[in-house]
């Protein structure tokens, strides 16, 4: 069973190890409203990350209170997956590619 509540941690997809970091909450901006979460990606001894941003959770489009972020490894390995078939190439040199994905990371 994975840990829920993790702010970074090592998952594998495939045959190669990826490390991933929460860069930033749900937070308010003045001019967007609300922003999602946003997970960096990067695959160990390889250069190119990858950012995961996720749309704000529900409750905080509804007015109510933030709660605990959910972040699994699972969440996590479903947005590798969902990275790697939109193009991104981690053995590549270049900035960060972002990748929009749903809450559930696909």
Known sequence: MSNIHKLSG????????????????????????WKGMTVALLRKHTQRGALLEFPPPKRLL??????????????VIRG??????????????GKPMVFMVDADGN
């Open 10 to 33: 090592i998952v594998g997809v495939g045959e190669f190890q990826y490390e991933w970091e929460l860069r930033s909450e749900p937070q308010w901006s003045e001019s967007e409203g």
């Open 62 to 75: 509804k007015g109510l209170q933030r709660g605990r972020l959910q972040v699994s490894d699972a969440i």
């Open 80 to 93: 590798i997956q969902a990275a790697l078939e939109a193009g991104w190439d981690p053995a590549s040199r």
